[in-house]
């Protein structure tokens, strides 16, 4: 697991946690949270990142476990660098259900 | 007739309240994640990869058709439309939100069920055999049994925080179908001078560290279990070690002191807790055998299913591989597995949940089983019914005959869903069911059991397949170990590992290289992989997934 991971230049990071009440995976943006890991925040500076960890830690009525997990830059935003974070990024491989639900709606949209 | 009677409805109705309360407060902040975790990991709510799963208990896998309708009520209603079965004959929802939770603990509680102890350092659904009251080859029932540990261990103020969790198993059968040996306590039904009785085994286990349990009892008289297990897991509670979590089951407990020094401890503490029960654990038993004693069999005659085995050759592959010994002559149990090619193993959806509660009623004495390799029993099936049941099953999907063949695989949930996961555990499941299948060799293969767990936790059961696949993570690819020649049934053996671990794309060829390398080394059709194996070693299996190292 990457709770410890430290975010770089060269390696940053996004924050991720999952929502209290529905338990769908989230990420941190600007003003908040989404449900898109596109949209989510990149970290680069160890600092910040700390700082905004900290704050999602203190928003423990909207989300629950957060912890920092590398990430890469990518076209249409960060994008995951571990399989794992890839699976919570789409959902199960047995059925169509979780997050790439949501992907195939807006691409719809 | 079997009576699944609702469980102390009043405290499952108070413990879902109670949750209710405590769901409120962590979402008005009253409560913080941390204390939070506790309280609903005690009513079966885990976080995991995707969202909130709520394991449900079934006690010894036994459901009656009224709660098999309630689950689909839920798989419908509060999940995406199906359950999973576990193997410890529980199911799981993978999809709840929290805010749900307590409406379906509430509507669990109104047909008798709960998560209760479906998690934590608790004893854990007491698991048996899925034939129990039906086997041929039961020597006696173990339900009622079960029953006792059941109503006994439920809230038990001593036993909610142990070192670590705690799962026993029984059975009352010749072959042992409730994997005995494999548990942190294990009991065999036995007749010693007339007296019927337990033998007593202890600490056993799976996970990172494999252990077969040891006998600490050769005869326990049966009216001295509750203060025998007591005393069991009093010494373990005491003993156990709460340092290290990876060291707190009592399969280590009894491995670092000593069999010799456990039972010691054991047999003393036996003595003194038995002085302080006097027989209202022998009147509740004498309760539970009247709740499950056997339906009214009918007689009727057997024709028309021995007809309709010769003319229609699914049915009779289907009857030659899914169905298991009656102990009365014209009847059957019936396996209906939820392994069909391409399925998930252990998915069953709410349509399929209702049909097996209605199917149980018309020609199953309403009478329901979850077995621990993820499928569903009918225990009580006159065979003059089995051609109308299967044409009802087929129409669903679940009439795959293939009980205890290559595809009837148990697998976990692995990365797909579970947050302990290293590694995926159902695409694996599903490739190989549909290789065999493609190739046509699972007939030719026969009894095989294939077991895949997606990380070292081992709730796919691996070290106990004849087959092992152990998904892991290989700085960050999926990497999965194979091992060979366990056993969970008639010579009980953790399988060895069988050398360095396959990419997920290379696991498929490898086992057909193995499976082809048996059917050749075999010495007929009636001598099963683990048959071979045990005669000719590992070495030649070896070489078949290792094909480069013997040619180098």
Redo the contacts between chains.
């Keep these: 697991m990457s709770k410890a991971f430290t975010p770089s230049a060269a390696k940053p990071g996004v924050i991720t946690a999952n929502d209290l009440r529905e338990g769908h995976n989230v990420w941190m943006c600007e003003g908040g949270w989404t449900p898109d890991p596109g949209r989510a925040t990149l970290f680069e500076d160890e600092a910040i990142a700390d700082l905004a960890l900290l704050k999602a830690i203190g928003q423990s009525n909207i989300v629950v476990g957060p912890y920092l997990v590398e990430a890469r830059r990518g076209p249409n935003g960060p994008e995951p660098v571990h399989f794992r974070e890839a699976f919570r990024q789409t959902g199960p491989s047995n059925y169509f259900h979780g997050i790439q639900t949501q992907k195939s709606e807006a691409t719809h949209v | 007739m079997f009576d699944v009677r609702p469980v102390d409805t009043d405290y499952v109705r108070h413990r879902a309240a109670q949750f209710r309360a405590q769901v409120a407060r ?4 009253s409560l ?2 941390d204390e939070f975790r506790p309280l609903r990991l005690m009513n079966g709510v885990y ?1 995991q ?4 799963m709520l394991r449900v208990a079934i006690p010894y896998g036994t459901i009656s058709p009224d709660q098999m309708r309630m689950l689909a009520h839920l798989a419908q209603h509060y999940d ?1 439309g199906y359950g999973h079965w576990t193997t410890r004959q529980n199911i799981q929802f993978n ?5 749900d939770i307590p409406d379906m603990l509430d509507l669990l509680a109104s047909v008798g069920m709960h998560a209760i102890q479906t998690s934590g350092n608790t004893i854990r659904n007491v698991t048996t055999d899925a034939f129990a009251g039906a086997a041929a080859d039961e020597f006696a029932d173990p339900r009622p049994y079960a029953e006792l540990l059941r109503s006994w261990s439920t809230d038990h103020a001593e036993f909610q925080f142990l070192p670590r969790k705690f799962k026993i198993a029984i059975t009352g059968a010749a072959r042992d179908r409730a994997l005995v040996a494999a548990h942190d306590i294990g009991l065999r039904l036995i007749r010693h001078e007339g007296r019927t009785g337990f033998e007593v085994w202890v600490g056993g286990g799976l996970g990172r560290t494999p252990m077969l349990g040891q006998v600490i009892r050769d005869f326990l008289p049966e009216e001295d279990l509750l203060p025998y297990i007591e005393a069991i897991i009093e010494t373990y509670n005491l003993s156990g070690r709460r340092d290290n979590k990876y060291k707190a089951r009592i399969k280590i407990t009894v491995s670092e002191r000593g069999l010799d020094a456990f039972r010691a401890d054991t047999e003393e503490e036996f003595l003194r807790r038995r002085g302080h029960f006097h027989g209202a654990d022998r009147d509740a038993l004498a309760q539970f055998r009247d709740r499950f004693a056997a339906p009214e069999f009918r007689k009727a005659p057997v024709a028309g299913y021995e007809a309709e085995r010769q003319a229609n050759p699914a049915f009779r592959s289907w009857t030659d591989t899914n169905l298991h010994p009656h102990r009365v002559d014209g009847y059957a149990s019936v396996i209906v597995t939820f392994k069909a090619p391409g399925a ?1 193993p252990g ?1 069953a959806s709410a349509d399929q949940m209702r049909l097996l509660a209605d199917l149980a009623e018309k020609y199953g004495h309403s009478d329901l089983r979850i077995i621990h390799d993820q499928n569903v029993a009918l225990p009580h099936v006159h065979k003059s019914d089995l051609p109308a049941l299967y044409l009802a099953l087929r129409g669903a999907g679940l009439a795959t005959a293939n009980a205890g063949l290559t595809s009837d695989i148990i697998a976990c949930p692995g ?3 579970c947050t302990l996961a290293t590694a ?1 555990s ?2 694996i499941a ?1 490739e190989i069911a549909e290789h065999f299948r493609a190739q046509g060799l699972e007939e030719e293969i026969g009894k095989l059991n294939i077991r895949i767990s997606g990380c070292i936790n081992a709730c796919g059961h691996h070290h106990l397949g004849h087959i092992g696949i152990l998904g892991l ?1 290989r700085a ?3 990497n999965y170990q194979i091992t060979l020649g366990g056993d969970g049934y008639d010579i009980p053996a953790i399988g060895q590992r069988a050398g360095a671990g396959f990419p997920a794309e290379d696991v498929v060829p490898a086992i057909d290289r193995l499976l082809r390398a048996y059917l050749d080394l075999r010495e007929d059709a009636s001598e099963r992989f683990i048959d071979a194996y045990r005669r000719l070693g590992p070495a030649p299996f070896k070489a078949a997934l290792y094909p480069e190292v013997v040619n180098a």
């Design positions: 962590r979402l008005d902040g913080t994640e976080l990869l995707h969202a909130y995406k999809w709840p939100r929290l805010v998930t998915d990365m797909d869903y995926r159902i695409p599903q993570d960050g690819v999926e």
